[in-house]
């Protein structure tokens, strides 16, 4: 599996990104610069990651002018093609913005930047459905954070389990107090029908370096994707 990684101005986990990839994960990475369109040495069963920061300084909204950038519109054709696609805090605002996941990422609700350690829990997988129950330890660090989306989205994601990820306490129990944005219904990370486009606000690749003591990041990589 060969991963590409997306670099946005304003990006500033991209080197994060790959490197977990390259170095800790053991994949083939290739660096791709916004205003490239060229996603053709990718097949679909390969995956193109936009990481996290603030592309375009975040303004107007988180990732609302990243969508219209020449290699966003070569990603949209990609994952409609089948082809996976991971979005990661501001890689998943971008994606939202999109259309190539529902929703909409809004402002914590104590109007903050949050960046701490949480907890989150698998609730479905990529291709089974099923999920692994132990929580994971993985670090945010986001502004604009908060998942929300109408009663009728909400109710299709339940329905199809395409949540994939809830916030949730060390002990795996799903409640507000583990909510560090208040997004609705502890959610943490979602993915497209299809089960090809994923987003999640948490950052697993900050945690798959053994040298940190946690490598609970490489597992969300498993999850999704089947590589150790």
């Known amino acids: 599996?060969?991963?590409?990684v997306v670099v946005f101005p304003g990006s500033n986990c991209d080197r994060d990104m790959i490197e977990a990839l390259k170095i800790?994960?053991?994949?083939?990475?290739?660096?791709?610069w916004h205003k490239d369109k060229d996603l053709?040495?990718?097949s679909t069963d390969d995956c193109i990651v936009l990481p996290g920061g603030f592309s375009y300084g975040d303004y107007l909204r988180c990732g609302a002018i990243a969508k219209f950038?020449?290699?966003?519109?070569?990603?949209?054709?990609?994952?409609n093609k089948g082809g996976k696609v991971l979005g990661v805090c501001n890689g998943f605002q971008i994606l939202c913005e999109s259309g190539l996941l529902p929703g909409v990422l809004l402002r914590n609700s104590e109007q903050q930047f949050v960046c701490k350690n949480v907890f989150i829990k698998e609730t479905a997988s990529?291709?089974?459905?099923?999920?692994?129950?132990?929580?994971?330890?993985?670090?945010?660090?986001?502004g604009e954070g908060r998942y929300y989306a109408d009663d009728a989205t909400i109710e299709q994601l339940?329905?199809?389990?395409?949540?994939i990820y809830r916030y949730c306490d060390d002990s795996g129990k799903i409640n507000p107090s583990a909510n560090p944005n208040g997004a609705i219904h502890n959610i943490a990370g979602i993915?497209?029908?299809?089960?090809?486009?994923?987003?999640?606000?948490?950052?697993?690749?900050?945690v798959c370096n053994p040298e940190l003591?946690?490598?609970?990041?490489?597992?969300?990589?498993t999850h999704l994707f089947g590589i150790n």
């Open 24 to 32: 800790n994960l053991n994949q083939e990475v290739i660096e791709l």
């Open 213 to 221: 003591g946690n490598e609970d990041g490489k597992k969300i990589f």
């Open 191 to 206: 993915c497209n029908k299809e089960r090809n486009v994923f987003g999640m606000m948490p950052h697993p690749e900050r």
């Open 1 to 4: 599996m060969k991963f590409g």
């Open 126 to 142: 990529n291709e089974t459905g099923t999920a692994n129950s132990a929580p994971l330890c993985i670090p945010v660090a986001h």
């Open 40 to 42: 053709s040495m990718f």
């Open 69 to 79: 950038s020449p290699m966003m519109q070569s990603v949209i054709e990609f994952a």
């Open 158 to 163: 339940e329905m199809h389990r395409q949540i």
